[in-house]
């Protein structure tokens, strides 16, 4: 298979996943946009979640990250605890409404899921994760020289 196929392949997937995403989140009535869904999601994924590490992790600016943050924090979807690994900073958490909409976000993704791999069995999966992992690996090895 020539590599054009390949980069019109996955930039296929990646459309057709990202727009059936956005597609059930507006469905759904979720009024965030796609950066502070990102936030909340990787404020749900990381018990010891901060401004840096989601910054790190979106590969965002921080400014940029804060102000998504307060955004978040002054519509009540997250709260800030002093940390105790580091005075200088503060742990984020989800609120009770954050956790709401994360719920739906993981029910969203389910869905998505599903409609994605219904005709694959077992073993199509786990040869496309392994395929998938090493292209990401070559891919950061090519980036990191």
């Known amino acids: 298979m020539p590599a054009q196929a390949i980069n019109e392949l996955l930039h296929s997937l990646s459309h057709n996943y990202k ?16 950066t502070h869904i990102r936030a909340l999601k990787g ?14 992790r979106m590969q965002r600016d921080k400014a940029q990250i804060t102000r998504v943050l307060n955004e978040l924090l002054e519509d009540g979807y997250i709260s800030k605890i002093a ?37 694959l069995s077992n073993e199509d999966m786990h040869a496309f994760i392994r395929i998938a992992n090493i292209m990401v690996d070559n891919l950061a090895a090519n980036t990191a020289q």
């Open 19 to 34: 727009t059936a995403l956005r597609t059930s989140i507006k469905n759904q009535h979720i009024p965030l946009p796609i």
């Open 43 to 56: 404020i749900y994924r990381n018990a010891n979640c901060t401004a840096q590490s989601i910054a790190q």
């Open 83 to 119: 940390n105790p690994e580091d005075r200088r900073s503060q742990l984020l958490r989800l609120s009770a409404k954050g956790k709401e909409i994360v719920t739906q976000l993981n029910a969203i993704e389910r869905t998505a899921n599903k409609a994605m791999t219904a005709n």
